[in-house]
């Protein structure tokens, strides 16, 4: 960036964050317009948005914020006074200067007038105070206090501006100046600083060193360009690799003076990391500051009267994931407004104050940030949310009759999901919320709705601290080494093959681990790697399960070691091997080498995991394995209503698989579903048993049997329990738990898979 | 005199050459950590003075014959199709400035794969120097998954 541009640039920056001050001063004064403190830190931010632009020599610019100063340092003064036609006219002035600072940065050029509408406004709203001095001599005429910093900035604009044609010599003293200038608007604080700096340069002893002293005493922040942030971070990353690379090197010496060297650039380099990272951080009053005065405007659009209370304001993030969560934070906040909040009438109506509020609270917890959107509106109606589902075709109506609040609350979170029929133009139509899930869900964060009829709502958002650098955990497979975001791992197991106890069981194919009295499947590493290659043989050394959650489910990996878990680097993959599903970067590690880092959500699909039926299973008490024996037959354990259970035998089952409600197709001869490119006729577990069939919209388990013949039949149950074994002389039923079991009838069920439709209409 | 350098590198049996103003650097001896499921041309990562970059498999992309035991081989590092990547080869040639008016097309006698890679070939006193486009090479070794 040239140094001119760098000048702009600052300009730009400044003006704008001058222009939101300018916003929240207004909207405060609005709500009480004698307080002191709003009225001088709005009329500052117009005078130093002026200034600068006067020494840029965007006239255009400065003419409109002249015109706003105009009129609010004559009520300043008391000459004029506040109203609401005069916060309207300064708030439009404060857009129009907006629209102009845009137009500047694209174009590059201020050829943008002063907006016809905009002045106009402001001359309506002065005019009944005459008195207001025209033109440029305004700029010294205004009083102003002694000690408002740009006052000093100010004089010389007028002088250089008299001295020549404006433009020319503001533009020509800048670029003369520009070399003398740049270097101090990189150090210094602030173009303000700059600007008196310029004018100290021409206007020899007009100001004296106490007053650019004092603009220096005033600002102790630093203006830093992002991307030297992100440099700085980059080095640091570096940093923190050779560090752990010396540290490997130094463990491998005997040698106490490197010890202790290396000791201590460890600790310098973990606080260097540490401190660095927190530049990155930015408050959240950056996203905050803007809120007020959207939400002025929403409610004033939605014909409602709306408040809004922030706290945490300086909870600190890093500024990706601060980016990343803009547009989740401006449509929670519109829906809030929009469908939240109700209108005065109906809230006085319910005896509620007539303005709404919503709360915005932040604050850090357990290394995540916690942010947390609550508004005392009306609530989520549920009701309506179950009518929708069933318009929508989510679900039919019986299903949405049984869903549990919470249930609905997660509902809302589906894609196009929306309960107003006005879809208005502010929220757009429903795919707000379910935007919002993904949005912080890809940055690691998570999303919960919490609300209660009438009284109001509460969005819970947390979201992870920082991205780049993370702890992970070490594994390998084979001989390849990857790592795994210590935030997605829930325990490690050790496999013992020679010890007894639970372990890795092989149900139909797949592989399966008993936790906590919950089946979770298992994927082996070393497979998913091997892709469709070969799959190299398999060590009968101890393993380990890393037992990792993600998007609230688990799955077990198994590897064959584990290491250590330590920081690493985050580093983008190439554009070549980046959409390589089951790994989200890669790092060095301290031996130098590269090692790759596993995307545990790829990891999940790769593998099939979470969308097969092993992931319906539930034990519903944990089981000592019996040793198998040629007396004990392996059965699975079957509901087929809410209260009956059956077994089969295992050696009958095909497979296992999940339907879909609307999968079901209605064939002559009864119903099927298609699978694997058959037709599979269904079979009806609660009808062959004589029991009740539970009516459901939900997705449903099927027993693949082989009938004879090569025949095959699903047989349709409520839930897939659990595999035990019994005595392989019982027949008809078994003792599993204590409880008496029935065997399922397969020759019943030969039978009733040649008969007519026994799937019931329920379903 | 009209003229651009190349940058000549050997692999196999054959003498190739990229763009001058693409190389970045040579560095010899640099680990490889293998990607797995990655395309077949893609040979893996290295660690380039803590950088991580992507090393491509030349002779498979080019479809010579393999080379059993070039496991750390000499990178030629360039920038191809907008980022850093490293093509391994088995050693470096000299900087050599061609006249424009020497490049021809690639020979018709290639196997149409190797020609889709080359921007042209050129007519040395000892030998036919094959110009390897690197931002095509790039996009193939991705694609061929």
């Not at chain 1, 990272?277 to 014909?303: E, F, N, Y």
């Not at chain 2, 350098?5 to 950590?33: I, K, P």
Request: aromatic share 2%; proline share 5%.
């Amino acid at each position: 960036m040239s140094e001119i541009d760098e000048i702009v640039h600052e300009f730009l920056a400044e003006s704008r964050e001058g222009l939101d001050q300018l916003d929240r001063d207004l909207l405060a004064l609005d709500d009480d317009p004698n307080a002191g403190d709003p009225l001088d830190s709005a009329f500052r931010a117009l005078h130093t948005v002026k200034g600068t632009a006067g020494l840029l020599g965007y006239a255009g610019v400065e003419e409109l914020a002249h015109a706003a100063e105009q009129v609010l340092g004559g009520v300043r003064e008391g000459s004029t006074a506040l109203s609401p036609a005069i916060t309207a006219a300064l708030l439009m002035a404060g857009d129009a200067l907006r629209a102009q600072l845009a137009h500047i940065e694209e174009t590059d050029s201020d050829d943008h007038p002063a907006p016809e509408a905009a002045l106009r406004a402001l001359d309506a709203a002065a005019s009944p105070n005459a008195g207001g001095p025209p033109g440029g001599d305004g700029v010294v005429a205004v009083p102003m206090p002694a000690s408002s910093p740009p006052a000093a900035s100010a004089e010389p604009v007028t002088d250089l501006g008299a001295a020549t044609s404006p433009e020319a010599a503001a533009g020509a003293d800048v670029q003369a100046a520009s070399v003398a200038v740049a270097p101090t608007v990189a150090a210094t604080a602030g173009g303000i600083e700059a600007a008196s700096e310029l004018a100290a340069l021409h206007d020899d002893g007009e100001h004296t060193p106490a007053s650019v002293a004092t603009v220096g005493v005033l600002e102790s922040t630093v203006r830093v360009d992002v991307a030297v942030l992100d440099d700085l971070m980059n080095l640091v990353g570096e940093l923190v690799l050779a560090r752990n690379r010396l540290r490997e090197l130094a463990a491998g010496r005997v040698d106490a003076d490197l010890t202790s060297v290396t000791g201590r650039l460890h600790q310098v380099t973990g606080e260097l990391q540490q401190r660095v990272s927190r530049t990155r951080m930015q408050p959240l009053s950056v996203l905050w500051g803007k809120l007020p005065r959207l939400v002025h405007d929403l409610a004033i659009a939605c014909g409602k009267e709306v408040r809004i209370e922030t706290h945490g304001a300086d909870t600190e993030l890093d500024r990706s994931v601060l980016e990343a969560i803009r547009d989740p934070v401006t449509h929670l906040v519109r829906n809030a407004i929009d469908h939240g909040i109700e209108s005065p009438a109906v809230r006085a109506a319910a005896g509620k104050p007539v303005e709404g509020c919503l709360s915005l609270r932040a604050f850090h917890e357990s290394g995540r940030v916690h942010i947390e959107f609550s508004d005392d509106g009306g609530g989520i109606d549920l009701e309506a949310v179950r009518r929708r589902a069933v318009d929508r075709r989510l679900l039919d109506p019986a299903a949405a009759e049984r869903l549990d609040d919470r249930e609905l609350l997660q509902l809302v979170f589906a894609p196009s999901f929306s309960t107003t029929d006005a879809v208005t133009q502010l929220s757009g139509r429903g795919v707000g919320m379910d935007v919002v899930k993904t949005n912080v869900e890809r940055i690691g964060g998570t999303v919960d709705l919490r609300s209660v009829r009438g009284e109001g709502t509460v969005c819970a958002v947390t979201i992870p601290l920082t991205l780049a650098i993370v702890p992970a955990l070490a594994v390998c497979a084979g001989d390849d080494r990857f790592l795994i975001p210590q935030v997605h791992i829930s325990e490690l197991v050790r496999l013992d093959p020679a010890a007894s106890g639970p372990g890795v069981e092989d149900v139909l194919g797949s592989q399966v681990y008993r936790r906590h009295g919950q089946l979770i499947p298992v994927i082996d590493l070393v497979g998913v790697i091997a892709g469709d290659g070969p799959r190299p043989t398999m060590s009968s050394a101890s393993r380990t399960l890393v037992v990792i959650h993600v998007d609230g489910e688990r799955f077990g990996l198994v590897v064959d070691g584990v290491q250590d878990t330590q920081d690493i680097v985050v580093k983008p993959l190439g554009r070549c091997l980046s959409d390589i599903q089951v790994f989200a970067g890669a790092t060095i590690m301290g031996d130098g080498r590269a090692a790759l880092i596993l995307d545990v959500h790829g990891l999940a699909k790769r593998a099939d995991v979470l969308t097969s039926h092993t992931s319906a299973w539930q034990a519903t008490e944990p089981i000592a394995p019996e040793p198998e024996t040629a007396d004990r037959v392996r059965m699975l354990v079957v509901q087929a209503s809410d209260t009956r259970q059956a077994v089969l035998p295992l050696h009958a089952v095909a497979r296992l698989e999940r339907h879909a409600r609307e999968g079901i197709e209605r064939l002559a001869t009864g119903a099927a579903v298609q699978s694997r490119g058959k037709v599979l006729p269904l079979v009806e577990l609660a009808v062959v048993l004589g029991a009740e069939v539970t009516a459901s919209a939900d997705p449903f388990d099927v027993v693949v049997l082989d009938l004879d013949a090569g025949r095959r039949c699903g047989l349709v149950v409520d839930a897939i329990l659990d595999v035990v074994e019994v005595d392989a002389a019982d027949s008809g039923s078994s003792i599993v738990d204590g409880r008496i079991i029935e065997h399922v009838p397969l020759d019943r069920l030969r039978a009733a898979s040649r008969s007519v439709d026994l799937v019931t209409a329920g379903r | 005199m009209a003229g651009i350098d190349l940058c000549t590198f050997e692999l196999g049996a054959g003498h190739y050459a990229v763009d001058a103003s693409r190389v970045q650097e040579v560095v010899r001896g640099q680990e490889l950590t293998r990607v797995p499921l990655a395309p077949p041309a893609i040979a893996g990562l290295i660690n380039m003075r803590g950088a991580l970059v992507t090393a491509v498999d030349l002779r498979r992309l080019l479809g010579l014959e393999e080379d059993v035991d070039a496991a750390i081989g000499t990178n030629l590092v360039v920038q191809a199709d907008g980022e850093v990547v490293s093509l391994l080869v088995d050693g470096i040639g000299d900087v050599i400035r061609v006249d424009e008016a020497m490049l021809e097309p690639p020979p018709h006698t290639l196997p149409a794969e190797l020609q889709q890679l080359l921007t042209h070939s050129c007519q040395l006193p000892e030998t036919v120097l094959l110009v390897l486009d690197v931002d095509r090479a790039m996009v193939v070794a991705a694609a061929r998954a």
